[in-house]
C-alpha cells in the first residue's frame, strides 16, 4: 500500500509499504479520508511526543475490509472510524480510573501508526458504525470527540456568557456545543474570512474580527460587548498572545479554558496576583478517550453540522501540499482522500 513515512521531524516520504497484519483483536480499514489537525503539523516538528518511523494521520474514517476472529458486533463492507486514544491499563493514572492521563498513552498518528495511508489497523474494541454521515462529515467525528471532551472538562452553567477565541475546524464544533451546553451569549473573536461568518451562521450570538495589525482595536470591540467580561473563556487557537487575552477577558470567579494545541516550548505570561485577587480557574482540554459515541450522536442527529468545513481535498501523493495549505490557514478543513 501507499502512506506518509515520516522517518525524523520533517522528513517524510510517499511510498510502498506492506499492508498492516492484523491481531485477533483487530480490525483493518481501507482508508476513505483522513483530515489534516493542527496536531499533525506539531507531529511534522517532532512535537507533541510524536515517536518515529510514523504514519501520522488521527481523523479519518473508512470501510472495513477485515476482522480478526475476536471482533464482534462489526462486519465487513461497513463504515466504520475508531477513537484514536489507547490507555495501558496499569499505571498510576489508570487505576485510578483516569484513562485518558495514562502514563504510557498511546495515540494513533502520534505514537502508533495512522491513516494517513491507503490502510489502517485498529482495535476492534475501538471502532463505531458510520451510519447517517458523508465521507466529508467523517473527518470530523475525531475532533467533535474532542470538543466533547472539551465540553465535560469546562462544565459550563445554564445562561452563561461565553468568549470564544478561533474559529478553525474545532472551533466551528465548540461553538455549536457551548450553544447546546449552557451559553446563553456566545461571541466569536477570529480573524475576519469566511470562517467567521460561518461561525456566525451556526452558533456566535456576535462575531469580534480579530486585528493581527493593532490587537487594541479588538479588544476594545470585546470590552465594549461585555465591560465585566465573560464567565467563560475559551482559548482554541494555540497562540499565546491569546491566551494572554484570555485573561484580560474572562471575569471574576470565570473560567478560562485552554483548548488550542501548542508548540512544547510556547510560554504565556500571566499576573498570579490576577489569579489570585480573581479567583479564576484556568483549565487545560487534552484529546478524548471516552467521547466517540456522543460525537457520532451528535453528528448524526444533526445537532452539530459540519457538512461545510471541508474546503480542500487532496490524494495521498500530495500529502506536502495539504499541508502547506494548512500552515497557511486558508480555507477551513483539509482532507486527504487516499
Known amino acids: 500500500m501507499k502512506a506518509i513515512v515520516y522517518d525524523a521531524p520533517r522528513k517524510f516520504d510517499y511510498r510502498e509499504i506492506e499492508v498492516p497484519q492484523i491481531a485477533p483483536d483487530e480490525i483493518l480499514l481501507r482508508v476513505h479520508v483522513c483530515g489534516v489537525c493542527g496536531t499533525d503539523l506539531h507531529v511534522h516538528e517532532g512535537e507533541f511526543g510524536a515517536r518515529f518511523p510514523l504514519i501520522p494521520g488521527h481523523e479519518f474514517s473508512g470501510e472495513i475490509v477485515e476482522l480478526g476472529s475476536q471482533v464482534k458486533g462489526l462486519r465487513a463492507g461497513q463504515r466504520?472510524?475508531?477513537?484514536?486514544?489507547?490507555?495501558?491499563?496499569?499505571?498510576?493514572?489508570?487505576?485510578?480510573?483516569d484513562f485518558l492521563l495514562c502514563e504510557n498513552l498511546g495515540g494513533i498518528g502520534v505514537e502508533i501508526n495512522g491513516a494517513f495511508a491507503e490502510y489502517i489497523?485498529?482495535?476492534g474494541d475501538l471502532a463505531f458504525p458510520i451510519d447517517k454521515l458523508?465521507?466529508?462529515?467523517?473527518?470530523?467525528?475525531?475532533?467533535?470527540?474532542?470538543?466533547?471532551?472539551?465540553?465535560?472538562?469546562?462544565?459550563?452553567?445554564?445562561?452563561?456568557?461565553?468568549?470564544?477565541?478561533?474559529?478553525?475546524?474545532?472551533?466551528?464544533?465548540?461553538?455549536?456545543?457551548?450553544?447546546?451546553?449552557?451559553?446563553?451569549?456566545?461571541?466569536?473573536?477570529a480573524p475576519a474570512g469566511p470562517k467567521l461568518d460561518l461561525i456566525a451562521r451556526l452558533a456566535a450570538d456576535e462575531v469580534v474580527p480579530i486585528?493581527?495589525?493593532?490587537?487594541?482595536?479588538?479588544?476594545?470591540?470585546?470590552s465594549d460587548l461585555s465591560p465585566n467580561g465573560f464567565d467563560y473563556v475559551v482559548e482554541a487557537t494555540g497562540v499565546p498572545s491569546m491566551?494572554?487575552?484570555?485573561?484580560?477577558?474572562?471575569?471574576?470567579?470565570?473560567?478560562?479554558?485552554?483548548?488550542?494545541?501548542?508548540?512544547?516550548?510556547?510560554?504565556?505570561?500571566?499576573?498570579?496576583?490576577?489569579?489570585q485577587r480573581r479567583?479564576?480557574?484556568?483549565?487545560?482540554?487534552?484529546?478524548?478517550i471516552d467521547c466517540f459515541p456522543r460525537a457520532l450522536d451528535y453528528l448524526e442527529s444533526g445537532k452539530v453540522k459540519v457538512d461545510e468545513l471541508v474546503t480542500h481535498e487532496f490524494p495521498l501523493k500530495d500529502y506536502q501540499k495539504a499541508l502547506e495549505l494548512a500552515w497557511s490557514r486558508q480555507g477551513i478543513k483539509t482532507v486527504i482522500v487516499p
Open 121 to 123: 489497523k485498529v482495535k
Open 211 to 222: 486585528d493581527r495589525k493593532d490587537p487594541e482595536v479588538h479588544r476594545r470591540q470585546l
Open 80 to 97: 466504520a472510524t475508531a477513537s484514536t486514544t489507547q490507555a495501558c491499563g496499569y499505571c498510576f493514572y489508570c487505576k485510578r480510573g
Open 279 to 288: 479567583e479564576l480557574s484556568i483549565k487545560g482540554s487534552f484529546a478524548q
Open 134 to 189: 458523508s465521507v466529508r462529515e467523517s473527518a470530523m467525528i475525531e475532533p467533535t470527540a474532542c470538543a466533547v471532551h472539551g465540553m465535560e472538562v469546562l462544565a459550563v452553567k445554564p445562561g452563561s456568557s461565553v468568549l470564544l477565541l478561533g474559529a478553525g475546524p474545532t472551533g466551528q464544533v465548540l461553538a455549536q456545543l457551548l450553544k447546546l451546553n449552557g451559553a446563553a451569549r456566545l461571541t466569536v473573536a
Open 243 to 275: 491566551a494572554e487575552d484570555a485573561m484580560r477577558f474572562v471575569r471574576r470567579r470565570g473560567t478560562i479554558l485552554i483548548y488550542g494545541v501548542y508548540s512544547d516550548d510556547a510560554l504565556g505570561r500571566i499576573k498570579l496576583a490576577d489569579i
